[in-house]
């Protein structure tokens, strides 16, 4: 089977964003920065070039029936004033609503290694970035005094148009159903968020960094595989069935679901990171920690006026 994926725009994001705001109020000002950091990674998107050819359809095929993502990020090539334009522009949206954050901010974009030597050696930065380094940009958030989720929430959504440029050349290109891997089939990286489609109710999952979704079994653990069920459970809150987070004791980490199908309509995954933080809040104060990236928010602190859902606990059940 292959997944017929839909490209995400910016005015489906914001209208999600007021369905769910209607209810959250407490919600908008996340929100409101999360629009602005994507309306910039809708900009960019159709101007990138990462000069990349992708390969023939039988060889993508091989490398999927082999277990092997597709694409090498460290092989894309991206253009280092384009690159760095998008960070300042993400990075001024920041600083924007937190002034305080702007000195930080500052010595970020004026960084030396965000630029191309004399000689014309790509960017230490750009390569730290394309292989992952979370090393190097802890190490660098130390150097310029910037919080360390602030350095990572800015940086991988700088990046996340360059490659998911690339990533949507792949999409029905390969039969997904051969795929069934916790990883993402063309980058590699782990999925952010999982969800039950409104078209045919298959779970599947959606990259954190390239956007590509791929189905996978929903009573099996997205970090570790475990399909235990006394061990692999999930948490939902009976006021809002169609949310849950599904928790593994076997690696101690967790991952949001969605169902769109219960929702009857098509969802953003990054909206819903934002609409159901809470549930963040129930993994984290029950040990586990999350599987992918977290939400910004969450990875700073918790909100002190996100309300708990009609002050009733979540309820806990095994998968059948």
Known sequence: MKINQKGWTIDNVRQEMDFYLADKPELKELMNLYASILAIEAEYLPLIDTKMEIEEVNEIERKIAEGANVLNPTKIVIEPAQ????????????????????????????????????????????????????????KIAELIELDTDIMFFLTYHAMNPFIESVARQYRGLYDDSAWGKTTCPVCGRKPSHMYKRREDGETALECQICRTQWTYPADTCVVCGNADPETYKFLYDEAD????????DGCKKYIKSTDAQALDRDIDVEVEDLA?????????????????????????????????????????????
């Open 83 to 138: 690159f760095k334009e998008v960070l300042t522009k993400m990075a001024t949206v920041v600083a924007a609503q937190n002034p305080a954050l702007k000195p930080g901010l500052d010595r970020l974009i004026s960084y030396p290694d965000l630029d191309v030597d004399t000689e014309g050696v790509p960017p230490v930065f750009l390569d730290a970035l394309l292989k992952f380094n979370t090393q190097y940009f802890t």
């Open 241 to 248: 069935p169609a949310h849950a987070v599904y928790v593994c």
């Open 276 to 320: 159901t933080l809470v549930l963040d809040y129930v993994a984290k104060e029950q040990g586990y920690e999350p599987g992918g990236r977290v939400t910004f928010a969450v990875s700073l602190d918790y909100p002190e006026d996100i309300p708990e859902d009609d002050g009733e606990e979540p309820v806990e059940f095994s998968l059948e």
